[in-house]
């Protein structure tokens, strides 16, 4: 598994969050959206800036410093939501977030995440998605509510979990929470 690939389906997962919270009304349902939205982009960020980072600012310094200076950002962003979650002014803070990592992600997906995959070994970033996957097992996010079944199995074959193909999403995620 290549963690490139994980954190790019980190992306997809919090533009459906995203997209979610623009269109949430006030409530309990929004107030675990921006719990769930904030635990999952802090993870996300802190893996990218430990094991990441370090290796674009080998390749390109410029980019990744950019990168830290977008995180900052999201993080703003995500403490704006958290504060406004049933205030108004909570669609505006949404807009700028998405917006913002909407950059970012176009960014990582278009420049760095492929430099990287010419660049690091396949080894290495194999690696990392052992490490990704580890960070994740602890947090209780190795799998979220857009994972795909595939994305599932490969989740469940890393972590060495008997599958076979006649199991359903959620007979996969059962056995992977049961591995958390």
Do not use: C, W
């Not at 410093?65 to 704006?80: T, W």
């Not at 979220?144 to 359903?168: F, N, P, R, V, Y």
């Amino acid at each position: 598994m290549d963690v490139l690939t994980m954190l790019e389906h980190d992306h997809r997962h919090v533009e459906a969050m995203l997209k979610e919270l623009a269109d949430s009304e006030p409530g309990p349902e929004r107030e675990a959206m921006v719990v769930e939205l904030t635990t999952a982009l802090e993870l996300h960020m802190q893996f990218e800036e430990e094991h990441i980072y370090p290796l674009m600012r080998e390749l390109d310094a410029a980019l990744e410093e950019e990168a830290e200076v977008e995180h900052r950002l999201a993080r703003e962003g995500l403490r704006q939501a958290n504060e406004l979650v049933a205030a108004p002014g909570f669609g505006a803070a949404i807009d700028m977030l998405t917006a913002g990592i909407s950059h970012h992600v176009e960014e990582e997906e278009t420049e760095a995440f492929p430099e990287l995959r010419k660049q690091v070994g396949q080894d290495r970033l194999a690696s990392l998605a052992s490490t990704l996957l580890e960070e994740k097992r602890r947090a209780g996010m190795l799998v979220d509510s857009h994972s795909t079944k595939a994305e599932m199995k490969e989740i469940a074959d890393e972590l060495g979990i008997q599958t076979t193909s006649s199991m359903t999403k959620d007979q996969l995620r059962e056995a992977i929470g049961a591995q958390a």
